[in-house]
């Protein structure tokens, strides 16, 4: 029996995927800021631990607890929209703590186990929109392509060791709480030198486009990254996110 760890797991596509791996009898361990078991069935099979991405003292505990894993999963995040003469730096630099170096830090605190074990997958949620810029989304895009960046480097130099680093991309999921969690951080990231193209934007997302992206659409692109080797290190989930990478 293998175990994932999976980061982000209150909501959306960490939550989604914990549930994906359970059913499919793997161990898995599931973090989030705050624990809480009841989002995820009683499984003998699951562990909730605390982790916050962003805290290094945070991420030894959980790496400590966790013990042996066959799987890193690191999709922790946080959502941005807003124009960028609008965006303080400190919000910029939250977004990067979290979506660009808590990925790195988390990465980092699994290797020694990865390497000695020559064995392990490590999995990097990141974005569609690095595929194709859209407005209102500079700072987010920005970190999730140094994630990108990051997990192409890393896969080279983790062959020695047998282990794989693979990318899933994800397109737009409006059922996820993408939106609710950037709303904090938009206060006044949008001038009013911005509000036709914001209102444009927003407009667009309001509709409904034939093509979208389902939470467990990246719970199977993760499993496929997981358990196939044979996999590509880039993988899209959802349907718009396809149709993005085959014109990429």
């Not at 400590?64 to 941005?80: Q, R």
């Not at 990925?103 to 595929?131: D, E």
């Not at 939106?179 to 927003?202: H, K, W």
Request: aromatic share 6%.
């Amino acid at each position: 029996m293998k175990t994932v760890l999976i980061t982000g797991c209150s909501s959306g596509f960490g939550l989604v995927t914990a549930q994906y791996f359970l059913e499919r009898g793997w161990k898995v361990i599931a973090t989030m800021r705050t624990p809480r078991e009841e989002l995820l069935p009683r499984s003998e099979h699951l562990r909730v631990l605390a982790l916050d991405v962003s805290n290094p003292d945070s991420i030894r505990a959980a790496v400590e607890a966790a013990g042996d894993i066959d799987v890193l999963v690191n999709n922790a995040g946080i959502g941005m929209l807003g124009a960028l003469e609008g965006t303080e730096m400190a919000t910029a630099r939250e977004v990067f703590e979290t979506n660009t170096l808590g990925t790195i830090a988390m990465t980092q605190a699994m290797l020694p186990q990865f390497r000695l074990r020559k064995q392990g997958v490590i999995i990097n949620v990141t974005s569609s929109v690095t595929l194709k810029a859209l407005p209102l989304l500079a700072v987010y895009t920005a970190s999730k392509a140094a994630v990108n960046a990051f997990t192409e480097s890393l896969a080279l130099e983790m062959q020695q060791f047998n282990v794989s680093v693979k990318l899933v991309l994800p397109g737009r999921a409006p059922e996820t709480r993408f939106g609710d969690n950037a709303r904090p951080r938009m206060q006044t990231s949008i001038p009013p030198a911005y509000a036709e193209l914001a209102q444009g934007v927003f407009a667009g997302w309001a509709e409904s486009p034939a093509l979208l992206t389902q939470a467990s659409d990246v719970a199977e692109a993760v499993w496929y990254a997981a358990t196939d080797a044979s996999s590509p290190m880039r993988i899209a989930a959802g349907a718009d996110a396809q149709a993005l990478m085959d014109v990429d």
